[in-house]
């Protein structure tokens, strides 16, 4: 039992790269989140899915489109990147709101 | 809308009790939760408390709430070396089309000197 992974680990970027995060969870969770978090600013949710094959806008979306093709997987995709876009980028999934939200391990992002 | 409010940093000495003191603004949150992060990692569930309680005891942590002020702390009885992390507290507001998602502060980095 994995639990939440993500891949990659670490990524540098060109600004104007495109690149896709992906988190996978095998708990048979519903539900699933990506957030940012940011040095100061805590974390931010970026968008969401309550099911699979729906996505929904979180607090910070622009610059990020999400997939959630299969219920084990979303994608968060950034089409062109750009230097604000650093961060560290978690994915949350869990099995119903209000439950307990578990995390990945987080991949860190440099666009320069 | 939902904000919550947490102090940056806290320093204490092995062995003490570390308090650690959150203020968030949606009184309809269901539940309220405490995740700590260790450097390099995600965040993980400390504990919970249900709106409807005072106060909850896991072991060497203590959640109290007061909820007409909209306050919440955790206290960490005896805190060790280990217990150094950022701790992150999170409501669960219920508006119209709650999703699940958990609001977060901004986190307490706690550290804990030998």
């Known amino acids: 039992n994995a639990g939440v992974t993500q891949t990659p680990k670490f990524r540098v970027l060109k600004t104007g790269q495109s690149m896709t995060l992906l988190c996978a969870q095998d708990m048979n969770h519903e539900y699933m989140y990506w957030y940012r978090q940011d040095p100061g600013m805590g974390l931010r949710l970026i968008h969401y899915s309550v099911g699979e094959g729906t996505t929904a806008k979180g607090e910070v979306p622009d610059g990020y489109n999400v997939s959630r093709l299969k219920k084990q997987n979303f994608l968060l995709g950034l089409e062109s990147a750009a230097p604000s876009q650093t961060s560290v980028y978690f994915c949350?999934?869990?099995?119903?709101?209000?439950?307990?939200?578990?995390f990945g391990p987080g991949t860190r992002l440099t666009v320069l | 809308g939902e904000d919550v409010e947490q102090s940056l940093f806290l320093s204490v000495r092995e062995g003490d009790s570390s308090v650690i003191n959150c203020t968030y603004t949606d009184s309809s949150s269901t539940y309220l939760y405490w995740y700590k992060q260790e450097p390099g990692a995600g965040l993980q569930l400390l504990t919970y408390?249900?709106?409807?309680?005072d106060m909850k005891q896991d072991q060497r942590l203590t959640v109290l709430l007061n909820k007409k002020d909209k306050h919440l702390s955790l206290r960490i009885a005896d805190t060790q070396t280990g217990d150094s992390a950022i701790y992150f507290c999170?409501?669960?507001?219920?508006?119209?089309?709650?999703?699940?998602?958990?609001?977060f502060g901004k986190g307490t980095k706690l550290s804990v000197k030998p």
């Open positions: 949350a999934s869990s099995y119903s709101t209000p439950h307990e939200q578990f």
């Open positions: 999170a409501e669960s507001p219920e508006y119209g089309g709650s999703q699940g998602n958990l609001i």
């Open positions: 408390i249900f709106s409807n309680m």
